[in-house]
Structures are given as C-alpha cells and as structure tokens.
C-alpha cells in the first residue's frame, strides 16, 4: 500500500504545524499511505473569527485541487472549508473535529471540549448539531489564548489544568482538545482530569487512514 493524506493546517503557524506533524507522527508505518503535513502560508495566524473561518476555504479548495492525495484532512478543530472543500475533490475529506468527537463517543456518552476562544463556540457548537450530539456536551470551557502561548510546551499547561478538572466536575466522562494547538498538552489533560482524552490531529488522521484503508478493501480481497 503506498499513497498520501494531506493535512492541510489552514492558520500560518508554523508551531502549530510541527505540533500537528509530531501528533500523527506515529501513524508512520510500513504498507500505509504516508502522512504529509503543510498549511496555507497565507492564512492568519489561527482561526478565530468567522471571517477566518468562512477566508480560508477557497485556499484550502485550491490547495486539495493543486496536491493530489487519497484523503485529506482539515488541520483545524472547527473544520473550515469542510463542504467546500468535499466538493472540488472526489476524495475523503475529514474535519478534526468531527473526528475528535467521534472517537469521544466510543469512549464514553458524555464528552467535554477545551477550546481555543470564546468564539470558536458557535462553530463548534453548529458541528455538533449537525451530528446530531449537541446534548452530549458535558461541557465547554475556552482557554482564550494567543496560539503562540497556546503551543508553547509549558505556558498553557496551568489553564489546560484547570479546565480539564472544571470538565470532570460537570460530568464530562472524556475530554476532547478544542484546537490543534493543544496537539502537545495531552499528558497535562489526562493526569488533571482523570479521563481519556481525545487528541484532534491524531483523530483526523486516524479517521482518514481508515478512508484510506477501507476503499482499498475490495481490490485488496480480490487480489
């Protein structure tokens, strides 16, 4: 088996993209599609308005368009560009968040989200709906920090912390990271809250290596 997914970080951090890269980085293995990680160098710094939101889809449409790959996944916890982006390729193209989610609920019915800011919340919050899981939300507790502090090693840990335990309190059974920036503080999660926790990036890429996988099945069994 050989063959690529793409990530696509739709924010120009570069922190934020070796972060994503290190998550998926055990995802490597021989007879799987190789996982690349890049990002859109003219996109802001994260995505945190609407405008960032809806201002990145057409680059990341350009991007799947310009780089063929057997799946793709959208660097991003609020899934920007997501139908767009399904509609200029015939390919999967799979949302961090949707993902994350996901992979929450076969842990457990209750989930809780950290997020990145206040206003990643709507956004959030419309994904669920449209899954159908908005009334599995324990809860939701932004960080509200810069992405420079937030893929900071060290910097965020102490908020990570305690929003981890607020979580626990109200009933959350898992935690989901909110941003992948937070692709490094799982560690500080766990042992604050007790529960699992559900890293996005290596949820995306684990949702697109079973895309992957799973369209090659048939002429796999035929072979």
């Not at 739709?10 to 996982?35: D, H, K, M, W, Y």
């Not at 993902?99 to 206003?119: D, H, M, N, P, Y």
């Not at 929003?163 to 941003?179: F, H």
């Not at 500080?188 to 890293?199: I, N």
Request: with cysteine; net charge neutral; aromatic share 4%.
């Amino acid at each position: 088996m050989h063959g690529r997914i793409l990530i696509i970080n739709p924010n120009s951090s570069q922190a934020c993209t070796a972060g994503i890269r290190e998550a998926v980085a055990p995802f490597a293995g021989p007879g799987l599609p190789r996982i690349e990680v890049t990002q859109l160098d003219e996109g802001p710094p994260a995505i945190v308005t609407w405008r960032d939101w809806f201002g990145v889809a057409e680059p990341l449409c350009r991007r799947i368009e310009a780089e063929p790959a057997e799946a793709y996944v959208i660097g991003c916890v609020s899934d920007p560009g997501l139908e767009a982006a399904r509609g200029v390729t015939d390919k999967p193209v799979v949302g961090m968040f949707r993902s994350a989610v996901a992979a929450a609920l076969t842990r457990a019915e209750r989930f809780g989200i950290i997020g990145f800011t206040e206003k990643s919340l709507p956004r959030q919050r419309r994904a669920l709906q449209s899954m159908g899981v908005e009334g599995n939300m324990a809860g939701w507790i932004p960080l509200n920090l810069p992405m420079h502090v937030l893929t900071d090693p060290v910097a965020p840990q102490a908020r990570i912390a305690q929003a981890a335990r607020q979580l626990a309190d109200q009933g959350a059974e898992v935690i989901v990271l909110g941003c992948a920036g937070m692709a490094g503080h799982v560690g500080v999660t766990m042992e604050a809250s007790g529960l699992p926790v559900v890293e996005p990036c290596q949820a995306g890429a684990a949702a697109a290596m079973l895309a992957v996988v799973g369209a090659r099945m048939p002429a796999l069994l035929s072979a």
